[in-house]
């Protein structure tokens, strides 16, 4: 009897397992609608809200170097895991309208790297960003030329390099971003017998964040189609417009000086960077009317840990 009853049992638990299972949204899984108010006709978005919300997550989710001026060489290949601490300002009104409960002020971030050196001195890398407790990535890439490598060399100048990166933000529903960054970095390598190097470093940025919204609906708890004034929702008319769309205001720019340190022990690399973000004080204009980025002051603190073959 319990024989008979196995099969059956196996196939139920099988269909569970297979069962559609409900995704849960993190603290950082963003809802733009909240940003959106109507009363009666009137609907106001705000747009400085999501200009600077934009300004933040974008300094956030971009790539961060995590690396000297010196390219890997020609035969190089490196591979890394980057775990990052970001400021952001999640107790301002526009994190704690826009996420799923209380923003912390401190949002956690891995990054996942993998470079290749090129003949001479060229260097090129892909890798993702994810923020913790969301469903946002960020997919990038970058290209970096070392105009000067001093580690071949036998003067005390340091590597110069040129760097520009890209990302996508992809995973967040009401969001549509892209990132762009030019800099500019030098370091000098300390070589400390024939398998431990040292390589502090430093560096500018200008990152450049291109943001606007999907189609969002001011009043998503209101069904539009029982009346022309839903009971459920008082004081709204439904048969108004209640969509919306936060444009593009023109390109954020956000500076962003860097330091750091790479060492190297065989084919083990360990890294630390820190990166201090000024306030965002580039506005926007939408119909000739100005929209500020009030975007604070941000830190990101970097730990990075690899393969470099």
């Known amino acids: 009897m319990h024989r008979r009853l196995l099969p059956h049992a196996a196939l139920v638990a099988t269909a ?28 106001t978005q705000d747009d400085a809200a999501f200009r600077t919300l934009s300004s933040e997550l974008g300094t956030v989710m971009a790539p961060r170097p995590v690396d000297p001026a010196d390219s890997l060489g020609l035969a190089g290949f490196a591979i890394s895991a980057d775990f990052g601490i970001n400021t952001i300002g999640g107790s301002n009104d526009y994190w704690s309208r826009t996420t799923r409960g209380s923003a912390d ?40 030329i070392a105009i000067h490598e001093g580690f071949y060399r036998k003067h005390p100048i340091p590597s110069i390099a040129i760097r520009g990166s890209f990302s996508r933000l992809l995973g967040a529903k009401d ?64 048969a108004a417009n209640n ?25 083990m690399r360990l890294g630390v960077e820190a990166m201090l973000t000024p306030g965002g004080k580039k506005a926007g204009k939408l119909d000739g009317v100005s929209v500020a980025d009030s975007s604070q002051f941000q830190q990101q603190y970097t730990f990075s840990v690899g393969l470099d073959f």
Not at 24 to 37: I, V
Not at 246 to 260: D, K, S, T
Request: glycine share 10%; with cysteine.
């Open 16 to 43: 569970l397992s297979l069962a559609p299972r409900t995704v849960q949204a993190g603290k950082y899984d963003l809802d733009l609608t909240r940003l959106g108010t109507q009363s009666g006709t009137t609907l």
């Open 105 to 144: 002020n401190v949002a956690p971030t891995m990054q996942l790297m993998a470079r290749k050196g090129l003949w001479p001195g060229i260097e090129v890398g892909a890798g993702a960003t994810h923020l913790f407790d969301s469903r946002m990535w960020a997919m990038s890439g970058y290209g970096k």
């Open 175 to 238: 969001v549509n971003m892209t990132t762009a960054a030019p800099s500019v970095s030098v370091s000098y390598v300390f070589g400390l017998g024939k398998t431990f190097s040292l390589t502090p470093y430093a560096g500018y940025e200008a990152l450049i964040i291109i943001s606007r919204s999907s189609v969002l609906d001011a009043t998503p708890n209101c069904d539009e189609f029982v009346d022309d004034y839903n009971q459920s929702c008082p004081g709204v008319d439904t």
């Open 243 to 267: 969509e919306f769309v936060f444009q593009n205001a023109g390109a954020i720019v956000r500076h962003r000086p860097y330091f750091g340190a790479r060492m190297i022990f065989s084919v």
